[in-house]
Nanobody, 118 residues
Framework: QVQLVESGGGLVQVGGSLRVSCKVS????????VAWYRQTAGNQREWVAS??????????EDPVKGRFTISISRDNAENTVFLQMNNLKLEDTAVYYC?????????WGQGTQVTVSS
């Protein structure tokens, strides 16, 4: 099955930048795209951005459009999806999760905490 490992979260001040990564490995047949979601305490996970494995198509949710970008790189059998976050705001504080849909089954990484402080 597919494995997802996020990294790169941390503490940053308002207006700062951070890049989180999602390493996608294992059996990836049937995976067409990779998505980033985020979740704050007491709330449902919300979709943030997606990218196809070939990198041709991306989508970004409106609240972060213009500040966040998603990209993908490939090294041998591993794909790494990056979420570059610029001009961070307090409301961007959340746990960020990597996600794929493989044959109608959702897989999630363990999440990485992003905290934006004033």
């Amino acid at each position: 099955q597919v494995q997802l490992v996020e990294s790169g979260g941390g503490l940053v001040q308002v207006g700062g930048s951070l890049r989180v990564s999602c390493k996608v490995s294992g059996f990836i047949s049937g995976v067409e795209s990779v998505a980033w979601y985020r979740q704050t305490a007491g709330n449902q996970r919300e979709w943030v951005a997606s990218i196809t494995l070939n990198g041709d198509t991306t989508a970004i949710e409106d609240p972060v459009k213009g500040r966040f970008t998603i990209s993908i790189s490939r090294d041998n059998a591993e794909n790494t999806v990056f979420l570059q976050m610029n001009n961070l705001k307090l409301e961007d504080t959340a746990v960020y999760y990597c996600n794929v849909d493989q044959y109608n089954r959702m897989y999630w990484g363990q999440g990485t905490q992003v905290t934006v402080s004033s």
